[in-house]
């Protein structure tokens, strides 16, 4: 039980703590929780689904070659999993009326990778135990969250932009480019003292979050306080 709970804590405190930074006009916690189980099945199922096509296509096998895990890491994980999010969001929140402000891009795309986040992060902890768990609910799972924050940052900047195809492909490539670079770092541990590289990219993804989430709330329509 002490397992499941820090497996799955993480995942709820920054749902609430994106919640929380939605400060002007807070969106439904139906439609909400509607995205955070797309994110938390659908999303898991267009992954696996793109997991075998790449297997029977192409498969950077060498574990021990910096190129062959640079590809595994950029053009297989990270472009599956945040192309697998980016599809949800572009097509069961950006398009609806719901979706009234750019913060919303932010707070759709962090509900879907939590969703994900969440399905990834029991089926590791149920394989390795707690000190997965504990490492994961300082890592992974906040790094999903910068990656949506970061794509969800762009994704509504389009909304209301006259070049929405431009701004969308920039989030998803900026949270493939992001959610690249943790793996990759991690995907050459072979390399003594590389996976430091890891921390700092998340560092950057923090720090790049934060100052994604107070522009967006600044350029809120429903913030009275810059009229």
Known sequence: MTTFIVAVAPVFLIIIFIYVKDKYEKESKRVLFYNFIMGAFLSILISTILYTFQAKLFNPANEFSVLDQFIQAFFVVALIEEFSKYIIVYLGAQRRLFFNEPFDGIIYCVMVSM?????ENLLYVFESGLPTAIIRAFTAVPAHATFGVIMGYFMGKAKF?????????VGL???ILFHGAYDFFLFINFIPGISIGAIVSLIVGVVLSRKAIKAH???SKFNIEKL
């Open 115 to 119: 969703g994900f986040a969440f399905v």
């Open 161 to 169: 932009s006259n070049n929405r195809i431009k701004w969308n492909l």
């Open 173 to 175: 490539f900026t949270a």
């Open 217 to 219: 709330q600044n350029n």
